[in-house]
Nanobody, 120 residues
Framework: QVQLVESGGGLVQAGGSLRLSCAASGSIFSINAMAWYRQAPGKQRELVAHSTSGISTKYADSVKGRFAISRDNAKNMVYLQMNSLKPEDTAVYYC??????????????WGQGTQVTVSS
């Protein structure tokens, strides 16, 4: 059983910062890609930031230069530092990861989400 648990969401004024954390736990053999997605009311879930084994990263154009994804592979954690937040960043943020629970056994997992609300 593998779980992803996010934390760090909340209410912040425009221009402020938040740091989201996601902890992966359970019978983890290896973790490859880890990512953050978000879903605003009435909109589709979208990729915010992606990290491949902590080597390469990519970001949605809307967050480039403001958000940064990082990982602590020893702790099976991924973070999202969000700076210069805008009201349009308001959404539920989800952690996502490709996790192996044994040789050749890979699955994609989602966290339960954490709400980020940016007031104007």
């Amino acid at each position: 059983q593998v779980q992803l648990v996010e934390s760090g969401g909340g209410l912040v004024q425009a221009g402020g910062s938040l740091r989201l954390s996601c902890a992966a736990s359970g019978s983890i053999f290896s973790i490859n890609a880890m990512a953050w997605y978000r879903q605003a009311p009435g909109k589709q879930r979208e990729l915010v930031a992606h990290s491949t084994s902590g080597i390469s990263t990519k970001y949605a154009d809307s967050v480039k230069g403001r958000f940064a994804i990082s990982r602590d592979n020893a702790k099976n954690m991924v973070y999202l530092q969000m700076n210069s937040l805008k009201p349009e960043d308001t959404a539920v943020y989800y952690c996502n990861a490709d996790i192996s629970t044994g040789w050749g056994r890979w699955n994609n997992y989602w966290g339960q989400g954490t709400q980020v609300t940016v007031s104007s």
